[in-house]
C-alpha cells in the first residue's frame, strides 16, 4: 500500500475535546472537573464540539494541517 502524497507535508494534531477547550461551561455536567486539573477516569472537564470550532484559529497559527 503506497501513502497518500499530501502525508508527507501535513502536521497532525490528536485533539482529546473534553480537555482542549470548554465552548459552553453552561452545559457542563454538575460534578465537572475544574478546567485544566490533571486527567481523571471519573470526571469531565467539560470540553465540546463548540470549543473546538471556536480554537480552529490557534490550530491555524500552529500550522496544522491534519
Known sequence: ????????DAVFYQIFPDRFRNGR???DP???APWGSPPDRE???GGDLR?????LGHLESLRVTA
Open 43 to 45: 470526571r469531565f472537564q
Open 51 to 55: 470549543g473546538i470550532r471556536e480554537g
Open 30 to 32: 454538575v460534578d465537572v
Open 25 to 27: 461551561p453552561d452545559l
Open 1 to 8: 500500500m503506497t501513502r497518500p502524497q499530501w502525508v508527507l
